[in-house]
């Protein structure tokens, strides 16, 4: 058996009050940045049945949007997933959205101009893909050369 004593100064005990308040500091801002974290990393694919939910929708994920959707197209899916449509699937799992449920059905993209995406002022685009009223994807992405394609998820 080992017993060892110490004796308590002033010294360790605000070592000791520091070492707590730090650890305790810490803990509170992690979980606050894991509560922001899940709050924009799945916003739920609600009915979204006018031009205001879909802004709003984009809205949830942090995304600020001309409210005034640039395009509108009409699609069919196809009643399988090709190997493009698979990765464009693998995309929109980070979005918590499955295409496949929606295959052979009508659906509709509503692209709109994004306003605040990270060290691009110009050119980005946010895309939603609605069956009925349902979001079944979405991406952010920029075209052109130097563009890219990426989740709804707002870039940390």
Same mark, same amino acid.
């Given at each position: ?67 005034? &959707?640039?395009?509108? $197209? =009409? #699609? ?11 990765? *464009?699937? @693998? +995309?929109? &799992?980070?979005?918590? $959205? =499955? #295409? ?11 692209? *709109?101009? @994004? +306003? ?5 002022? =110009? ?22 050369? =130097? ?10």
């Amino acid at each position: 058996m080992l017993i060892m004593s110490t004796k308590l100064t002033k010294a360790k005990a605000i070592a000791g009050v520091l070492t707590g308040g730090a650890l305790l500091t810490g803990l509170i801002f992690a979980a606050g940045h894991w509560h922001n974290q899940k709050v924009h990393e799945t916003p739920s694919p609600q009915n979204i049945s006018d031009n205001a939910g879909r802004v709003a929708y984009l809205s949830d994920w942090g995304w600020e949007v001309d409210p005034s &959707a640039i395009e509108t $197209l =009409d #699609l069919k899916l196809p009643d399988t997933l090709d190997s493009s449509y698979e990765e *464009y699937n @693998v +995309l929109q &799992a980070e979005n918590g $959205l =499955d #295409l496949t449920a929606y295959c052979g059905q009508r659906i509709k993209r509503y692209t *709109y101009t @994004v +306003l605040n995406y990270p060290e691009k002022a =110009d050119g980005v685009q946010a895309n939603l893909y609605l069956c009925d009223d349902t979001v079944v994807a979405g991406d952010i992405m920029a075209p052109g050369a =130097d563009g890219f394609i990426a989740s709804l998820q707002y870039p940390q």
